[in-house]
């Protein structure tokens, strides 16, 4: 029925990609949890941009980590789907597949903007 | 009370309400973050992408698991998308706040306008396809429940639904919000897919544009931990609840109540566009 090569390889990258990432994340924000982050409810609207690795929120680093691996494990998808569709000798969507994942790494070169 | 434990049982709500209203918990979460814990709108809108990634892969394997998803299909659809997705991220940085609480205010009241619309559900045959959706081997089949016999299923007008997914796309990148309230009603009224496989593909679509518009958040530095943690891991443990909940919930006093809910959203991202 669904025969596509791409279905397998990519539901055990998303099983376990995701709960690793999930875990990295969660241990981050334990640790928030645990040292108490310097911003109270009231300074919420003063928060400026963070950039990695953000060191002055505790537990920042591993949040990131965690977030980064949720976001390669999204994009690694297309990377997947590539590598199966040319293996089956589907040209066309290994050539889309291949576009699509150039597109969402793209969004790094905005950090050059 | 500590702020990470706010977000999160905030964002848990978020979570929970947005899938027993079947919008999403980016379009719950983003006017809380904004309008009452004021919270910077990018700060906000790139802590609801990253979600959004999570939410989608997290339930991905699911789909995929039962076939119901289709990935080819998915794939192309995200071309627009992806593309439209970094220039909405663009736009919401050069335009500032108060033009992205605008542009939420009216994705609110097209959210109102999308919960009264009924879905046709009717598709067509694999041979009567696009013949660029038969070219490009996108008719599938899937099953109902398992067990049940394939039900095979075409795909139509396969180019113009992609120029329409670029608004799905502009809607991630500048609002955070996963996009599939466009979406789902593309693939209804415009590609004819089974409701369930639009549902699927759509899952599977979110993750890839709001992937791409999380990145780019992330490398312009908004993708605060201190916000994204806790909402990531709240909207995603929200809306699983939210799913094992919604079967049983669903009434039309309900639906009522989240148009009250919507309508409250809607005159508090105006007011914070109006006051900045």
Not at chain 2, 84 to 89: I, S
């Amino acid at each position: 029925m669904n025969a596509d090569p791409s279905v397998r390889p990519l539901i055990l990258l998303l099983t376990w990609g995701t709960r690793l990432a999930f875990l990295i994340c969660l241990a981050g924000v334990f640790w928030m949890f645990w040292a108490r982050p310097p911003v109270t409810m009231s300074q919420l609207h003063t928060l400026a941009p963070c950039p990695f690795p953000c060191g002055a929120v505790p537990g920042a680093p591993l949040v990131l980590a965690g977030i980064v691996a949720l976001l390669a494990v999204s994009a690694g998808r297309l990377v997947l789907c590539a590598v199966a569709y040319l293996r089956a000798g589907d040209q066309v969507f290994g050539g889309i597949s291949i576009g699509a994942f150039v597109l969402v790494m793209s969004a790094i070169l905005l950090r050059l903007v | 009370m500590d702020v990470p434990l706010i977000l999160l049982m905030s964002s848990m709500a978020a979570g929970f309400l947005g899938v027993i209203m079947g919008v999403g918990g980016g379009v719950v979460m983003i006017p809380m973050m904004v309008g009452v814990l004021g919270i910077p709108v990018h700060l906000a809108v790139a802590a609801s992408l990253v979600a959004v990634t999570a939410n989608s892969i997290s339930g991905a394997s699911i789909f995929l698991r039962t076939g119901v998803a289709n990935v080819r299909l998915g794939i192309l659809m995200s071309l627009g998308a992806l593309v439209a997705t970094l220039g909405g991220v663009l736009l919401g940085k050069a335009a500032g706040g108060r033009v992205v609480t605008a542009a939420f205010a009216g994705l609110l009241l097209f959210t109102i306008w999308i919960m009264f619309q009924g879905r046709r559900n009717t598709w067509v045959a694999p041979e009567d396809s696009d013949p660029l959706a038969l070219r490009l081997g996108l008719p599938s089949a899937y099953r109902a429940a398992p067990g049940d016999p394939p039900l095979p299923y075409g795909v139509l007008r396969v180019l113009p639904a992609m120029g329409v997914m670029t608004l799905a796309g502009l809607s991630a990148g500048l609002l955070g919000v996963g996009g599939g309230l466009v979406q789902v009603p593309v693939m209804d009224r415009m590609l004819r897919l089974p409701i369930k496989v639009s549902t699927a593909t759509s899952n599977f679509m979110m993750g890839l544009s709001s992937a791409a518009g999380a990145t780019a958040y992330l490398a312009l530095g908004d993708v605060h931990p201190l916000v994204a943690g806790p909402v990531v891991l709240g909207i995603v443990a929200g809306s699983r609840v939210g799913s094992a909940v919604a079967p049983r919930l669903r009434s039309r006093h309900i639906r009522w109540l989240f148009l009250g809910l919507l309508v409250a959203m809607f005159v508090q991202m105006t007011w914070k566009t109006v006051t900045g």
